[in-house]
């Protein structure tokens, strides 16, 4: 494709078109894919509103981009591979014309089950290829797909499905993950007892377990699918036509809809794609995130579909069933491109270079990192043992609002430096703006990292709740995207991502905010209130440290502890349990109530003695209590 990039010349010269005329270097872009209607005007917009339009007017479908313009010339290359969690069980291979007649197939099942254009439907489910079904056939008939992550606790599903009203969950019996069985039917059952939006549960048998179904409300899969036909005309969207919700945490109350519309969405996945990893024809991509977070999204379904490329799906864990699975899968298909984050790579690299060692993983050509920095001694790791020195690292920058990498190296074309995500992919206008606001123009700088000029596919407002869109990210500093990450700049222009500034935790390449945690400690009928900070981890990235008041002296403290976990995975998920949780008898707050989590986050780091000035607390001498208490 014509998009692609092939030197760091190149690169260099349509940044500085892309930053020129902009406008122009997106319509160029966007020339690639195929639309029903062209544009009226490529580009709409202020950070004040926000209101954000690029490609107004024109009419698109998706899918057909990911699907139907391949079929006469890639109808029987591979679209998806699909490997499962047992490495004894067969993997499934289906071709564009296989997999395009399977989304048909959803998609029909979805409109005899009362689903329209604009309905919201939510995708409660593992790591199975009905998965990616079901996503492509939401946008194949214009529904909203809303994917929830199936780690997410029955609370969590449910919170997600009411704040957008969700009329249909699509799910599956049980699933397998490592060692374990998950039973993933009983929790939608469970989040369904609270929610009045949705008419109709499709359930996709996985493992077999004849799961109970509730009578007018549940269908299955296979029994639907008989009864529907292969062939589902693609809805005409605008391209400012909502393609999904994605939620994702804030610093503040409960998590929220970040959406994104189908036609930047679709433009800058598909370029992103092909130029970072620098896809060719007949390449093997994997990328082991799963599909319910924004990276599934754009580099396992949408960018690789889009340029017509093979892309891997993997059920289950890196450790299972030894630490060598990830590489033992990329020999297996002969992968070419691999795409994980930091946490996996460091606990890959905790459990022994054996693991390693014994595969040739000779097919690997780019290897990529995101969620969360990589540290030095992880990049270095991936470096010599999965890439053998001879594949570039792509170290890639990026969020579930941008819909797409950001800051990244394009393969081979572009420096890579250790925990460096380096420059931004043309098309994207990144700034470093101090205490005040103001842009800090030199190298060799620290600051807020912001983004000046929007780009196709970025966050267009938060679900039901615009007003929390734009104080969110576009109040803080006026006329920026405000990322809430802290970056520095070096000496080459090179963008090195410190790590969020706000309330925000990264826990295994996971987003949380530190009040939603606590809310879920708070539920706890002991606990009176909690505060919530991270902690560097050597494998997560960051901990989560809790330090929680009761409202009565406990008889057993390891108890309450183990009972407090046990809240926050009913609440939330067993991804958000705290590492370590310190009783103690008050937090440090200042006159007006606010908690100094500055000290609180000295604490949790191991450095009592650089606690700064305490002097304006309300009571100085909890300070000391929770120092001494310290885990
Ligand atoms: C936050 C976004 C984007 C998909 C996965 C996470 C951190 C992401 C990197 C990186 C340093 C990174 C940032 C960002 N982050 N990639 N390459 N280097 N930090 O998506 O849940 O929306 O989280 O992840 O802090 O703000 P997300």
């Not at 959406?259 to 896809?279: D, E, I, K, L, R």
């Amino acid at each position: 494709m014509s998009y692609r990039i092939t030197s760091f010349d190149q690169y260099e010269k349509e940044y500085k078109e892309s930053v020129e005329n902009p406008e122009a270097f997106w319509a160029e872009v966007a020339g690639h894919f195929s639309w029903q209607k062209p544009w009226e005007k490529v580009l709409e917009w202020n950070f004040d509103q926000p209101d954000i339009k690029w490609f107004k007017g024109a009419k698109l479908n998706i899918t057909e981009n990911c699907l139907d313009r391949h079929l006469a010339s890639r109808g029987n290359k591979l679209a998806l591979i699909w490997e499962p969690n047992d490495p004894k069980e067969r993997f499934i291979r289906y071709t564009y014309r296989e997999l395009h007649q399977k989304v048909c197939q959803m998609a029909n099942v979805m409109k005899r089950n009362g689903i329209q254009k604009g309905d919201r439907v939510c995708l409660y489910m593992p790591m199975i290829p009905e998965l990616m079904f079901a996503t492509l056939a939401c946008a194949r008939i214009g529904a909203v797909h809303s994917v929830v992550f199936a780690g997410f606790s029955a609370q969590a599903l449910a919170d997600r499905i009411t704040d957008s009203n969700c009329k249909m969950v699509v799910t599956t019996d049980g699933s397998y993950r490592g060692a374990k069985e998950v039973p993933i039917k009983r929790v939608v059952d469970e989040a369904l007892e609270d929610c009045e939006s949705v008419q109709k549960v499709v359930v996709v048998e996985r493992t077999n377990w004849g799961v109970a179904l509730q009578e007018g409300r549940d269908v299955f899969y296979h029994e639907e699918v008989k009864l529907v036909s292969d062939d589902c005309p693609a809805e005409p969207m605008d391209a400012e036509d909502m393609l999904f919700i994605l939620y994702t945490s804030g610093s503040t109350g409960k998590p929220k809809g970040v959406v994104h519309t189908c036609g930047g969405y679709m433009v800058y996945a598909g370029y992103s794609f092909q130029n970072v990893f620098q896809y060719d024809e007949s390449d093997i991509f994997w990328c082991t995130a799963d599909i319910g977070w924004i990276t599934g999204h754009s580099y396992i379904v949408y960018g690789p579909l889009l340029n017509g490329a093979t892309t891997l799906m993997f059920e289950g864990v890196p450790t299972y069933p030894d630490a060598g699975r990830f590489w033992q899968v990329c020999d297996k298909h002969s992968v070419n491109q691999f795409y994980t984050a930091p946490t996996a790579i460091r606990s890959l690299m905790a459990a022994g270079d054996e693991h390693v060692m014994s595969y040739s993983l000779n097919s690997l050509r780019v290897i990529g990192s995101v969620g969360e920095p990589i540290n030095e001694e992880a990049w270095h790791w991936y470096n010599i043992h999965v890439g053998k020195e001879r594949c570039p690292v792509v170290d890639t920058w990026w969020q579930t609002e941008t819909g797409g990498i950001m800051i990244s190296a394009l393969g081979e074309h572009g420096p890579t430096k250790p925990s460096h995500a380096g420059y931004p992919l043309p098309g994207v206008q990144p700034v470093l703006l101090n205490n005040e606001g103001k842009e800090i123009t030199e190298n060799e700088v620290e600051g807020y990292l912001a983004i000046k000029f929007p780009w196709p596919s970025m966050i267009r407002t938060t679900y039901g709740d615009h007003d929390r869109c734009r104080n969110t990210y576009f109040s803080h500093y006026k006329g920026y995207y405000f990322t809430g990450d802290g970056a520095r700049r070096d000496e080459h222009g090179m963008y090195r991502i410190i790590g969020r500034v706000d309330d925000v935790i990264n826990v295994s390449g996971h987003r949380f905010g530190t009040a939603e945690i606590e809310n879920a400690i708070n539920a706890d009928p002991h606990v009176a209130e909690s505060a919530v900070v991270g902690y560097p981890h050597a494998i997560k990235g960051q901990g989560i440290y809790a330090y929680v008041i009761c409202k009565k002296s406990p008889d057993n403290f390891d108890n309450l502890r183990a009972e407090i976990t046990e809240t926050v995975k009913q609440q939330i998920g067993p991804i958000a349990k705290p590492d370590k949780i310190q009783f103690v008898s008050g937090l440090p707050k200042t006159r007006s109530g606010k908690i100094m989590r500055r000290i609180l986050r000295k604490v949790a780091e191991g450095e009592p003695d650089k606690l700064g000035d305490t002097s304006t607390l309300l009571d100085p001498k909890i300070v000391e209590e929770i120092v001494e208490g310290a885990l």
